[in-house]
Every structure is written in structure tokens, then in C-alpha cells.
């Protein structure tokens, strides 16, 4: 009788971790085509500019020094690839929606918190 008790509260415990990180939105490339968003970090300042045909504008640094190349986006799956040229840059996945804020999981496993500046998701 205990490995059906055993079984549910695994089965709970498994479905509560995967809503936590389950979206509460979902990429398409209309909405990421016009869409600006902000990093909201006292130290780094990064801008997006997501542009139509896979384009994005870019504005990384601190504030003593910045770079602002145009790179190149595309979707995959729910993830955002960022590419320059051939090499992959940076990526950005959807963990979810707080208000006018993004909160997005990043190539290096950090989850950053977006300001969404123009567009709609």
C-alpha cells in the first residue's frame, strides 16, 4: 500500500518543479520581431533590439565601456539563439512573465530579469 502513497507524491513533487519553470508565454517570431527589452543589473547594461528577418541590435557593457554589434537571431523551439555570424552568442529561454518584466534563462544558466521597453509577448 505504500509504493501507490510513494508513487503520487513523487509524481506531485516532479509536476510542482516542472510548472516552476513551465512559461507563462511563449515566443513566436512576430512577437519577437519589434520587441526591445532591457537587463535590469545594477553593473551590466544589456539592450536588445530584435528586428524583423533575424536581425538584432545589441548594446552590451558596464558603464565604462560597451560594444553594440548586429547579430543575428533565430528561434528554436522556445529559445532564442543569438548568433554571430556562424557562432552562437548567447541564448535566451523563457522561464516566465512578472508584470512588464521578462524573466529569461540564459546561455550560462543565470536567469536574468528583462524590462520589456517596446512590443508585446
Request: glycine content about 6%.
Amino acid at each position: 500500500m505504500r509504493a501507490p502513497s510513494v508513487v503520487l507524491l513523487s509524481w506531485i513533487a516532479l509536476t510542482a518543479s516542472v510548472a516552476r519553470e513551465s512559461p507563462t508565454f511563449a515566443w513566436t517570431q512576430r512577437t519577437i520581431s519589434g520587441l526591445t527589452i532591457d537587463l535590469v543589473d545594477p553593473a551590466k547594461w544589456e539592450t536588445l533590439y530584435f528586428r524583423p528577418h533575424g536581425r538584432v541590435a545589441v548594446t552590451w557593457g558596464t558603464k565604462h565601456s560597451f560594444t553594440a554589434p548586429l547579430l543575428d537571431w533565430k528561434l528554436v523551439g522556445r529559445t532564442i539563439r543569438i548568433y554571430d555570424d556562424d557562432k552562437l552568442v548567447e541564448e535566451l529561454t523563457p522561464v516566465r512573465r512578472d508584470g512588464a518584466y521578462l524573466l529569461l534563462r540564459k546561455r550560462d544558466g543565470t536567469i536574468g530579469r528583462f524590462r520589456v521597453v517596446n512590443g508585446k509577448v
